[in-house]
């Protein structure tokens, strides 16, 4: 399927708080199978990740972890979706990328451009995930890369 990228280059490593990255990714999703897969892999490919299952989960994660990226499910209906997001953009103060993973109703309304940085269609392959995390934050491997 491939990644749909939105928008301008991916902020600099040091566009939120003046220091390195710190490879923090926040997943948001209904799901927790789902969840913990995405988690998995986030952490493979050298990333921290917290994850939460409603945006009320989320939203304090974002003011006190402050992840560099969040990866919301874009599955649930999308007056919630859009709801979710504009909570976490309030809260981020637009500086956080949030990319959205499915979600073909948002994008059919025309909503996506406006409230996310990115979109990941689903089924995707970890390759296609890694791919996200590379033009967002800096994962640290432990070995390869």
């Known amino acids: 399927m491939g990644i749909r990228l939105i928008g301008g280059p991916p902020p ?23 969840r913990t897969t995405v988690e998995t892999l986030i952490t493979l490919a050298g990333c921290q990740v917290r994850g939460a299952q ?14 560099e990226l969040i990866l919301l499910e874009g599955s649930v209906p ?4 859009v709801i979710a997001i504009r909570a976490l953009r309030e809260t981020a103060k637009w500086l956080i990328p ?6 073909a109703s948002i994008e059919a309304e025309g909503l996506l451009d406006v409230l996310v940085t ?7 392959d970890a390759r296609e995930l890694f791919a996200v995390l590379s033009r967002y934050v800096s994962c640290r491997r432990s070995s390869g890369r």
């Not at 600099?12 to 789902?34: I, K, N, P, Q």
């Not at 999308?78 to 979706?81: H, K, L, Q």
Request: proline content about 9%.
């Open 54 to 67: 409603t945006p009320a989960e989320a939203v304090p994660l974002v003011r006190s972890w402050q992840p």
């Open 12 to 34: 600099s490593e040091d566009a939120f708080s003046g220091t390195e990255s710190t490879g923090r990714v926040l997943v948001l999703d209904r799901d927790a199978t789902v």
């Open 78 to 81: 999308s007056g919630e979706t």
């Open 98 to 103: 949030i990319v959205l993973v499915g979600g």
């Open 118 to 124: 990115g979109y990941l269609p689903t089924p995707f």
